[in-house]
C-alpha cells in the first residue's frame, strides 16, 4: 500500500532560518509526490508537485522539494522562513493509472519564531 | 472565480443520527473527492467521483455513501453516525480526476457526533 512518512509532527525554526520539512514515502513503482499546506481555518492548497519530471521541484511562496529516488524522500525546503509561513503542511502521494486516491502524511506544523 | 465551497461548515449530531455534507466544485472541474481529516492526522480518502460515477473508494464502511450530480456538486451522506465519525470533511474537486492532478480543496464541514 502506498503511504508517506513525515518526520516531526511538529517544527520550530527562527524567522529567516532555513525551513526543512522531511517525508519519505513507500512504493514499488514511480509515484506522484505532492506538498499541500494548510493555513488555521483553511482548506488544503498544493504548494508544488512532482510527477517524473525534473527532480528538483519549485513551488509556491518560495518552496521547493527534491526528489531522492535512492533515498525514497521528498523533504520541502525554503532558504528563509517568514511568519507567514506558520501552518501545517502535508506530503502526500498517488499513483499513475486507476483513480485519484491521493494519500497524505499526518503532517508537519511548522512553527516561526520571530 | 469561486473555489470549492462546502455546507454546512460545521454540525452536531447525535449518535445513530445521519448526515448529509454538500459541496460546490468549481467551475469546469468534472472530479469530486471526498476526504476525512480525523484531529492530528492528515486528510484520508473516501470516494472519488467523476462525470457522476464512483471512480473509487477507500476504506470506509457502507455507512459512507456519495453521489455526483449532473452539475458536478457532491454529497456525502453517513448514516448510523458514530462517535469516531467526528472529523473534518474535506471536498476537493479537479479538472480532469487524473493521478497526478492538483486537488482544489474547500474548507471542510466539521462534524461534532455526541
Known amino acids: 500500500a502506498q503511504s508517506v512518512t513525515q518526520l516531526g509532527s511538529h517544527v520550530s525554526v527562527s524567522e529567516g532560518a532555513l525551513v526543512l520539512l522531511r517525508c519519505n514515502y513507500s512504493s514499488s513503482v514511480p509515484p506522484y509526490l505532492f506538498w499541500y499546506v494548510q493555513y488555521p481555518n483553511q482548506g488544503l492548497q498544493l504548494l508544488l508537485k512532482?510527477?517524473?519530471?525534473?527532480?528538483l521541484v519549485k513551488g509556491i511562496n518560495g518552496f521547493e522539494a527534491e526528489f531522492k529516488k535512492s533515498e525514497t524522500s521528498f523533504h520541502l525546503t525554503k532558504p528563509s522562513a517568514h511568519m507567514s509561513d506558520a501552518a501545517e503542511y502535508f506530503c502526500a502521494v498517488s499513483y499513475s493509472g486507476g483513480y485519484q486516491k491521493v494519500t497524505f502524511g499526518t503532517g508537519t506544523k511548522l512553527q516561526v519564531i520571530p | 472565480d469561486a473555489g470549492v465551497t462546502q455546507s454546512p461548515t460545521h454540525l452536531i449530531k447525535t449518535r445513530g443520527q445521519h448526515v448529509t455534507l454538500r459541496c460546490s466544485p468549481i467551475s469546469g472541474h468534472k472530479s469530486v473527492s471526498w476526504y476525512q481529516q480525523v484531529l492530528g492526522q492528515g486528510p484520508q480518502f473516501i470516494f472519488q467521483?467523476?462525470?457522476?460515477?464512483?471512480?473509487g473508494r477507500g476504506n470506509f464502511p457502507d455507512r459512507f455513501s456519495a453521489r455526483q450530480f449532473p452539475n458536478y456538486s457532491s454529497e456525502l451522506n453517513v448514516n448510523a453516525l458514530l462517535l469516531g465519525d467526528s472529523a473534518l470533511y474535506l471536498c476537493?474537486?479537479?479538472?480532469?480526476?487524473?493521478?497526478?492532478?492538483?486537488?482544489?480543496f474547500g474548507e471542510g464541514s466539521r462534524l461534532t457526533v455526541l
Open positions: 512532482y510527477t517524473s519530471a525534473a527532480t
Open positions: 467521483y467523476y462525470e457522476k460515477e464512483e471512480r
Open positions: 476537493a474537486s479537479s479538472l480532469d480526476g487524473t493521478s497526478d492532478g492538483e486537488l482544489f
